[in-house]
């Protein structure tokens, strides 16, 4: 039974991350598709491997690469951070209101969740734009005399990054938070430790899970984020999801795009295997 | 239990919401502004529903939308068998081989950046089309395969926690009167996880219908799909037109929401009073 989905993601999901691995270790060729094979059958009964190294080494020797590498690390965890700050009084806000509230708020975070991520993208930019709203609401209370620049800044692209990924950093803390055991806080109060006290030794330890989940599910997909960059960030902040983008549909070096993925991969895939055993952890109900 | 919330965490939560809610009803307003600068309001002629009738003469826009949905419906219902089979087998088979591998494999493609998933299937595509001749070059189909790889990992876990939370002495009880395996699966655990399987389904059905890095990735010539052509108007600007279509997602999604919770709250009542 469980064969199917088995084979289809094998086939479909770790099949295609062994031809992107062969792929980066290909030459660049002006052909369709735009490589060479790495196989080859030289004379009668020998065949070639032929591993070029050129795609790697050239990621290391132009700084782009490495500094949008780090510049995507950067972003993300300043994003995570933010969701953090905001979404964690929001997850514990749900989570101690009554049922009844409790699943009117749960399903205004929903949301947004399900309408589609570029169109809120876009709003933003109405919002942030030279003669965009905010600009207007403040020109006309007087309270700045010329537009601000906002749209294509740094700025714009964390307003939009924490504003998609925001319900993703919320529900799993909420989930963690809901099995919360609150009389433990009640407890911690009558022996006299303070409401900050409490919630430091207490509600922050036990949402342990919760909060590594959530950060996790920003953290990773925001490293290798394109569309909120392109189109709040401007042309110079420079982000690796963007590079790859850039190198397979603009420059056609689909083996450096594909060593730019494999890196990305690398990267990745122990915060991957970490959210992993946390989910795991937290479906078994230890902490 | 203490209800009372802190002034500090209602201040949050009510900022939080705001934060969410702002650029969503700003785009419901805009939609109505005559003006083709879109955020500058133009009140002598506002409001006008000629953005509507715009979008509804956008050929480009209406086929776009057609070719979605159509992905959007395969994908979804494709996802939920194999969502729905990887989820049953999670839950309920806690030693078999590859159990790890599988785990694993639907857990990825949540957290996976999409440029790498879109890229490694195009580079699959590329391949067999060059080893086996299919698929003959990239279209819908290439583009719902796609889907249904990520897709089907959010309805894995849909089921997979909804089956956590499943009393299966009412299954037992099949059995011990006669039912068979398959039996028992079609008329006691489907009915049962049922509105799992329907979120599930609505969820696969709206991941397939937002995406856009891999939908360009695994896609053809002549098969644009919706966002695909919203991604190339916004990066020119805004446009009333989107503004349009982004009331009309948002009126549809909270409607079908809406829909949806109430029928499940009238189910777990209706089921609460059935075991009283």
């Given at each position: 039974?469980?064969?199917?989905?088995?084979?289809?993601?094998?086939?479909?999901?770790?099949?295609?991350?062994?031809?992107?691995?062969?792929?980066?270790?290909?030459?660049?060729?002006?052909?369709?598709?735009?490589?060479?094979?790495?196989?080859?059958?030289?004379?009668?009964?020998?065949?070639?491997?032929?591993?070029?190294?050129?795609?790697?080494?050239?990621?290391?020797?132009?700084?782009?690469?490495?500094?949008?590498?780090?510049?995507?690390?950067?972003?993300?965890?300043?994003?995570?951070?933010?969701?953090?700050?905001?979404?964690?009084?929001?997850?514990?806000?749900?989570?101690?209101?009554?049922?009844?509230?409790?699943?009117?708020?749960?399903?205004?975070?929903?949301?947004?969740?399900?309408?589609?991520?570029?169109?809120?993208?876009?709003?933003?930019?109405?919002?942030?734009?030279?003669?965009?709203?905010?600009?207007?609401?403040?020109?006309?209370?007087?309270?700045?005399?010329?537009?601000?620049?906002?749209?294509?800044?740094?700025?714009?692209?964390?307003?939009?990054?924490?504003?998609?990924?925001?319900?993703?950093?919320?529900?799993?803390?909420?989930?963690?938070?809901?099995?919360?055991?609150?009389?433990?806080?009640?407890?911690?109060?009558?022996?006299?430790?303070?409401?900050?006290?409490?919630?430091?030794?207490?509600?922050?330890?036990?949402?342990?899970?919760?909060?590594?989940?959530?950060?996790?599910?920003?953290?990773?997909?925001?490293?290798?984020?394109?569309?909120?960059?392109?189109?709040?960030?401007?042309?110079?902040?420079?982000?690796?999801?963007?590079?790859?983008?850039?190198?397979?549909?603009?420059?056609?070096?689909?083996?450096?795009?594909?060593?730019?993925?494999?890196?990305?991969?690398?990267?990745?895939?122990?915060?991957?295997?970490?959210?992993?055993?946390?989910?795991?952890?937290?479906?078994?109900?230890?902490? | 239990?203490?209800?009372?919330?802190?002034?500090?965490?209602?201040?949050?939560?009510?900022?939080?919401?705001?934060?969410?809610?702002?650029?969503?009803l700003s785009m419901v307003v805009f939609?109505?502004?005559?003006?083709?600068?879109?955020?500058?309001?133009?009140?002598?002629?506002?409001?006008?529903?000629?953005?509507?009738?715009?979008?509804?003469?956008?050929?480009?826009?209406?086929?776009?939308?057609?070719?979605?949905?159509?992905?959007?419906?395969?994908?979804?219902?494709?996802?939920?068998?194999?969502?729905?089979?990887?989820?049953?087998?999670?839950?309920?088979?806690?030693?078999?081989?590859?159990?790890?591998?599988?785990?694993?494999m639907t857990t990825a493609p949540l957290?996976?950046?999409?440029?790498?998933?879109?890229?490694?299937?195009?580079?699959?595509?590329?391949?067999?089309?060059?080893?086996?001749?299919?698929?003959?070059?990239?279209?819908?189909?290439?583009?719902?395969?796609?889907?249904?790889?990520?897709?089907?990992?959010?309805?894995?876990?849909?089921?997979?926690?909804?089956?956590?939370?499943?009393?299966?002495?009412?299954?037992?009880?099949?059995?011990?009167?006669?039912?068979?395996?398959?039996?028992?699966?079609?008329?006691?655990?489907?009915?049962?996880?049922?509105?799992?399987?329907?979120?599930?389904w609505l969820l696969a059905f709206t991941?397939?219908?937002?995406?856009?890095?891999?939908?360009?990735?695994?896609?053809?010539?002549?098969?644009?799909?919706?966002?695909?052509?919203?991604?190339?108007?916004?990066?020119?600007?805004?446009?009333?037109?989107?503004?349009?279509?982004?009331?009309?997602?948002?009126?549809?999604?909270?409607?079908?929401?809406?829909?949806?919770?109430?029928?499940?709250?009238?189910?777990?009542?209706?089921?609460?009073?059935?075991?009283?």
């Amino acid at each position: 039974m469980v064969a199917l989905p088995y084979v289809w993601l094998m086939l479909f999901f770790v099949v295609p991350f062994v031809i992107v691995l062969k792929i980066s270790f290909s030459d660049v060729d002006l052909a369709i598709p735009p490589y060479k094979p790495l196989l080859d059958w030289v004379g009668k009964n020998s065949l070639a491997i032929k591993l070029n190294f050129n795609n790697y080494a050239f990621l290391f020797t132009d700084s782009l690469y490495l500094r949008a590498f780090a510049n995507s690390v950067k972003v993300a965890l300043i994003s995570t951070l933010l969701c953090l700050i905001i979404g964690y009084p929001m997850a514990y806000g749900i989570a101690r209101s009554r049922p009844a509230t409790r699943s009117v708020l749960l399903l205004l975070v929903i949301l947004p969740f399900w309408t589609s991520l570029l169109l809120r993208v876009y709003a933003w930019i109405g919002l942030l734009k030279a003669n965009g709203v905010i600009n207007n609401v403040l020109l006309s209370l007087g309270l700045i005399h010329e537009p601000l620049t906002m749209l294509y800044t740094p700025f714009a692209m964390y307003i939009g990054i924490v504003y998609s990924y925001l319900p993703f950093l919320i529900l799993p803390l909420y989930a963690n938070l809901e099995k919360m055991d609150w009389q433990l806080l009640e407890a911690a109060e009558d022996l006299g430790s303070r409401p900050w006290q409490a919630f430091y030794k207490i509600t922050l330890p036990l949402s342990r899970n919760g909060i590594l989940a959530g950060s996790m599910l920003v953290f990773i997909p925001v490293v290798g984020e394109f569309v909120i960059p392109v189109l709040l960030g401007g042309p110079n902040v420079l982000m690796i999801g963007r590079v790859l983008w850039d190198e397979f549909f603009s420059n056609r070096a689909w083996p450096v795009a594909s060593a730019v993925a494999i890196l990305l991969l690398i990267l990745l895939v122990p915060f991957m295997m970490w959210y992993q055993s946390v989910q795991a952890r937290e479906s078994a109900g230890t902490r | 239990m203490n209800h009372r919330l802190s002034y500090f965490v209602l201040v949050c939560l009510s900022l939080g919401l705001a934060f969410l809610y702002i650029p969503i009803l700003s785009m419901v307003v805009f939609s109505f502004n005559a003006s083709r600068l879109v955020t500058v309001w133009d009140g002598a002629h506002s409001p006008t529903l000629k953005w509507y009738f715009a979008l509804f003469n956008n050929e480009e826009i209406l086929d776009a939308a057609w070719i979605s949905v159509k992905v959007a419906v395969v994908n979804a219902t494709g996802s939920v068998i194999l969502g729905t089979l990887a989820g049953f087998g999670l839950a309920r088979f806690r030693h078999f081989r590859g159990r790890f591998t599988l785990s694993a494999m639907t857990t990825a493609p949540l957290v996976m950046p999409e440029v790498i998933t879109g890229l490694s299937l195009l580079l699959l595509f590329v391949a067999l089309e060059q080893l086996i001749g299919w698929p003959a070059g990239r279209g819908m189909t290439t583009m719902t395969i796609a889907h249904m790889t990520f897709s089907m990992a959010y309805v894995t876990v849909i089921v997979n926690s909804r089956l956590a939370t499943f009393d299966t002495a009412l299954e037992e009880a099949a059995m011990d009167l006669g039912a068979r395996p398959l039996k028992v699966f079609f008329v006691i655990t489907l009915p049962i996880i049922f509105p799992a399987i329907l979120s599930g389904w609505l969820l696969a059905f709206t991941l397939s219908w937002d995406d856009l890095v891999i939908s360009s990735f695994t896609s053809g010539p002549g098969s644009s799909t919706l966002p695909m052509v919203v991604f190339s108007k916004v990066r020119l600007g805004v446009s009333p037109e989107i503004n349009v279509l982004a009331t009309l997602t948002i009126a549809v999604v909270t409607g079908m929401i809406v829909a949806v919770s109430l029928w499940m709250a009238r189910r777990t009542r209706l089921e609460g009073l059935a075991l009283r």
